[in-house]
């Protein structure tokens, strides 16, 4: 957030108390993870992750495959292998059941596939990164196997795709993706991940094309409201809101379990909240929330909303409640801007606190936090940390977020021309950035306006104002600010 147009702005604090170290490549973790490996078979080494087993989980004889449970098992297998939401309960009841699957049969290529998935899908719900080491080793577990089985090798890519896709690593997502749909190039589930990737490169044209062959498949009713749920994503980062929310809404009147209707209600909520309609967002969200009490995503835009409704207390307590059962440092650097907003600056610096280890933790398990780590140093640490981080995020993986922060990064510390280049990617269409974000016209407002560049930076400025009136507890005032001083569009003669 603009800190130079508020009166009670924090003291910058770094992540880093030193000047910045090389950083290892990406792969750091993947590499060390295979050394580990190669001391002894794939699945022997994945074994020695697994909780230490008693009498009842000892390994048995391989026999025939266990038959399918009936029970919670099924819907989260549905989420593993078929890419539908399930809660968190239904995964743990399946890693269980996997887990114990894997020590009696450690040939078992399926049941490690299905192991990894579940661990990655677990990690991404309860922004435990923890779960994606264990993953990385349970999919390699099955990837190493002999004679490996089309399907089965196809699970475990699968798997590798979504792992990179959560840990951020695009380049290693899209690896994965190329090679499941080359695969497997009529099983629909082999094009969200690949979709995802593409994004996260900034390799919109493939994005939109991989969508497009995806809808042209014939999928089952079961599959079609997550097909749905994909479509809206990608209409989304393209600007057309009305047919990302036709899409969503559709998915969600079309959803078969409570877990995927509130998945797709929580996207719902964003949407709204997108586009300011705060009614919208909170009625989305609440409903989530009553479905699914685990999702973590659904409470935190509560509390997002009920900031903006000026329910400042229940905001609060919605995202205090949030961070206590999912540790994702982006609610607590929401959670501290908020704070900031009502001048308590202590708190604000806590919270602040909380976001830089849990984003450590984060990048211990894998996790590429780059991008967050770039806009908390530009708006509350040091913007040339910020920068120097973002430049080479920007070279790996060149998304529209990665331009917004950077051109923010680059604005903070003094160097506005090079800024509105970035800027201008993350907000013109012709560039690549067809998003419709208040924070990104916000921030390319605020550049042009140091830039003299008045006409651009009123428009920009309105149209932030106008996309989402409350968009950011901090930079609303900024932008207001700043139109005020700006002023009206001076009434000058027509040229002859």
Same mark, same amino acid.
């Given at each position: 957030m603009e800190n130079r147009q508020n009166g009670h702005s924090l003291p910058g604090t770094s992540l880093v108390t030193e000047p910045p170290r090389p950083r290892r490549p990406r792969r750091w973790l993947r590499w060390a993870l295979v050394t580990a490996v190669a001391g002894g078979t794939a699945a022997g080494a994945a074994l020695m992750l697994l909780p230490a087993s008693g009498p009842e989980h000892r390994a048995k004889p391989p026999a025939a495959a266990p038959k399918p449970a009936a029970g919670p098992r099924a819907p989260a297998l549905t989420t593993v292998t078929a890419g539908v939401p399930a809660t968190?309960?239904?995964?743990?009841?399946?890693?269980?059941?996997?887990?114990?699957?894997?020590?009696?049969?450690?040939?078992?290529?399926? $049941? #490690?596939?299905?192991?990894?998935?579940?661990?990655?899908?677990?990690?991404?719900?309860?922004?435990?990164? $923890?779960?994606? /080491?264990?993953?990385?080793? *349970?999919?390699?577990?099955?990837?190493?196997?002999?004679? =490996?089985?089309? !399907? @089965?090798?196809? !699970? *475990?890519?699968?798997?590798? !795709?979504?792992?990179?896709?959560?840990?951020? @690593?695009? /380049?290693?997502?899209?690896?994965?993706?190329?090679?499941?749909?080359?695969?497997? /190039?009529?099983? #629909?589930? *082999?094009?969200?991940?690949?979709? @995802?990737?593409?994004?996260? =490169?900034? @390799?919109?044209?493939? !994005?939109?094309?991989t969508l497009d062959k995806l809808l042209g498949l014939k999928t089952d009713a079961a599959a079609r409201p997550a097909v749905m749920a994909r479509a809206s994503a990608v209409y989304r980062d393209r600007g057309w809101r009305e047919d990302a929310v036709a899409q969503l809404t559709d998915a969600a009147a079309a959803a078969r379990t409570p877990a995927e209707q509130a998945a797709y209600l929580t996207g719902l909520g964003q949407l709204a909240w997108e586009r300011g309609d705060l009614t919208d967002a909170l009625r989305h969200f609440e409903g989530a929330q009553r479905l699914d009490a685990g999702q973590q995503a659904a409470l935190a835009g509560q509390g997002r909303t009920l900031a903006a409704m000026g329910r400042t207390s229940q905001a609060l307590a919605a995202y205090q409640e949030a961070l206590a059962k999912q540790p994702d440092p982006r609610y607590a650097l929401e959670l501290g801007e908020l704070y900031e907003s009502l001048g308590l600056n202590r708190d604000a610096e806590r919270q602040y606190d909380v976001m830089r280890e849990r984003a450590g933790q984060a990048t211990a398990g894998g996790v590429d936090e780059e991008l967050l780590i770039g806009q908390y140093e530009a708006d509350h640490g040091d913007p040339q940390e910020a920068v120097l981080r973002l430049e080479e995020e920007w070279r790996n993986q060149p998304g529209i977020e990665v331009a917004d922060a950077l051109g923010w990064a680059l604005h903070r510390a003094g160097d506005d021309k090079e800024a509105l280049t970035y800027a201008k990617t993350a907000t013109d269409k012709a560039e690549g950035g067809g998003v419709r974000s208040a924070l990104y016209a916000y921030h390319r407002g605020m550049i042009e306006r140091e830039l003299d560049q008045e006409s651009s930076a009123r428009r920009h400025l309105q149209e932030a104002l106008r996309i989402n009136p409350h968009f950011s507890p901090l930079a609303v005032p900024a932008a207001r600010t700043a139109l005020q001083e700006l002023g009206d569009v001076p009434d000058e003669p027509l040229p002859e």
């Open positions: 968190l309960t239904d995964l743990e009841t399946l890693i269980g059941r996997q887990e114990s699957t894997v020590r009696a049969q450690p040939r078992n290529a399926r $049941a #490690w596939a299905v192991l990894g998935t579940a661990y990655v899908e677990q990690g991404r719900l309860s922004a435990d990164a $923890a779960n994606y /080491p264990k993953a990385e080793r *349970a999919l390699r577990a099955a990837l190493d196997m002999q004679g =490996l089985r089309t !399907a @089965d090798k196809a !699970a *475990a890519l699968g798997g590798m !795709a979504a792992l990179a896709n959560a840990r951020r @690593d695009f /380049p290693e997502a899209k690896r994965y993706g190329e090679q499941l749909l080359k695969l497997t /190039p009529k099983q #629909w589930t *082999a094009y969200p991940p690949l979709i @995802d990737a593409y994004t996260g =490169l900034g @390799d919109y044209k493939n !994005a939109r094309s």
